[in-house]
């Protein structure tokens, strides 16, 4: 019999506890949930568990927070372990399944400090979710950064919202791109620091 | 403090074993490993734990099997826990890291037994994998089983192709709709079994 690894197990870094102590539970205002966003995709690529990236799932109308999630591609060694689908899966754990539009459900929205790569786009749009709201789109993600997002189609927020999710754009966008710099910074000064595209890049 | 989840495990179903008891450790030929994730797709949506989907990662020149994946998003509750994500972040684990094509590593391939969707698509970009063998594309997959794949862009092979992944495609097409098909007659005649796609769905 072949002798194969049977799971994997995908977590938040402990520093979580230090960052989300200050955190109400209920975030009402949209521009209060970004910054949190931005503020966890900061933390997390000094803390060198993955990239500049963070993301949460919000309950849409009340602001409650669901989950959070940060890139750990670094930490946790799996390649799909962006923001996104760390946000997403343990929104879906604490919601008790893989449908986050189920009924009963509140409606939730899922918040990025920007346009998700090609595998992020997959999972909002199978996750149940009603909402993306992210910081920005456009080219100065990979420009500043050098991740690669991959290949998108031009009308993907078109295609969100025919199955039922709203797109909101350009919620705090300069402080994303403020983060972004300050890593290509740091990388830029440190030779020590993984970057870990080589082949094509996660974001 | 907010109070969320910390983790979530994606693991394989209990059943695995039986079906890998008399799978030798290495196999050659490449019809063989399809023929296994076809093997492994079937008996996934007959024992529940969600769409008929398999994948596995195998070393490209030996064939040796480094992980086995199936689509576990009903039985775990995670949307994303496709075939692939399963697979490749099994292969992740069984290897070390999150570059399955970093350095001292053999050449690895994820064979599955349709097109990936979008989420996976970008999946297999990231992970490392420098080839992908796929049973076929095209529109029989969401024709015959409802699911949704996604807005994928049309150059999709020549887009791995530049990030240096080889994409092989036919490998017992025939074969994999079979298997879709008796998942689609299961379901028109049993009026209890889950399709999980209502929103759009996941694959």
Redesign the interface.
């Known amino acids: 019999?072949?002798?194969?690894?049977?799971?994997?197990?995908?977590?938040?870094p402990a520093w979580?506890?230090d960052e989300?102590?200050?955190?109400?539970?209920v975030l009402p205002d949209r521009e209060d949930r970004m910054r949190l966003v931005h503020r966890l995709a900061d933390r997390n690529w000094r803390a060198g568990d993955g990239g500049p990236f963070a993301a949460l799932v919000a309950e849409r109308e009340s602001g409650r927070?669901?989950?959070?999630g940060v890139n750990v591609?670094?930490s946790?060694?799996?390649?799909?372990?962006h923001a996104e689908?760390v946000a997403?899966?343990?929104a879906?754990?604490?919601t008790?399944?893989?449908?986050?539009?189920g009924e009963g459900l509140a409606a939730h929205e899922l918040v990025v400090n920007w346009r998700p790569?090609?595998?992020?786009?997959?999972?909002t749009?199978?996750?149940?979710v009603r909402g993306l709201v992210v910081a920005g789109q456009g080219p100065e993600l990979e420009e500043i950064t050098t991740f690669?997002e991959?290949?998108?189609?031009a009308?993907?927020a078109e295609?969100c919202a025919a199955?039922?999710i709203e797109v909101v754009l350009d919620v705090l966008r300069d402080e994303a791109l403020t983060v972004f710099r300050n890593y290509r910074e740091a990388v830029d000064e440190n030779d020590d620091m993984e970057v870990?595209n080589?082949?094509?890049?996660?974001?």
């Open positions: 019999m072949i002798d194969i690894a049977k799971d994997f197990r995908v977590s938040l979580i506890d989300l102590a200050d955190v109400p539970a927070i669901v989950s959070v591609v670094l946790r060694g799996i390649s799909a372990a689908i997403l899966g343990l879906q754990r604490a008790g399944g893989w449908d986050l539009g790569c090609v595998q992020c786009y997959g999972a749009l199978w996750s149940g690669d991959g290949p998108l189609v009308d993907w295609q199955r039922g870990y080589a082949r094509g890049g996660t974001g």
